[in-house]
Nanobody, 118 residues
Framework: QVQLVESGGGSVEVGGSLRLSCEAS????????MGWFRQAPGKEREFVAS???????YYADSVKGRFTISRDHAKNTNDLQMYSLEPEDTAVYYC????????????WGQGTQVTVSS
């Protein structure tokens, strides 16, 4: 019902910045949360950040103060601006979306690789 496509991943040195974007299509009128998760090799997928339709934002402790999530309702996009990147941020980053009234994440993107080298 909703399709998500990420872009903007890549490789960067420690301390660098990257901006990830996610575009939603389909039943975007039903979306409440949009967010980002990441999965590093050998680790479970973990929450990074999310933003509600009304602009409220949530961040994992590990990225607070370094990452900023934003949303453009007109374009059905959300961006994750990442600053002061660390090797521990290396992972595949997934965009996710949750519908209004939902209790779990309903749609996922295909993932985009972020690699931080020291």
């Amino acid at each position: 019902q909703v399709q998500l496509v990420e872009s903007g991943g890549g490789s960067v040195e420690v301390g660098g910045s990257l901006r990830l974007s996610c575009e939603a299509s389909g039943r975007t009128d039903r979306l409440d949360f949009m967010g980002w998760f990441r999965q590093a090799p050998g680790k479970e997928r973990e929450f990074v950040a999310s933003i509600r339709w009304n602009g409220l934002t949530y961040y994992a402790d590990s990225v607070k103060g370094r990452f900023t999530i934003s949303r453009d309702h007109a374009k059905n996009t959300n961006d994750l601006q990442m600053y002061s990147l660390e090797p521990e941020d290396t992972a595949v980053y997934y965009c996710a979306a949750r519908f209004i009234g939902g209790s779990s994440w309903d749609a996922w993107g295909q993932g985009t690789q972020v690699t931080v080298s020291s």
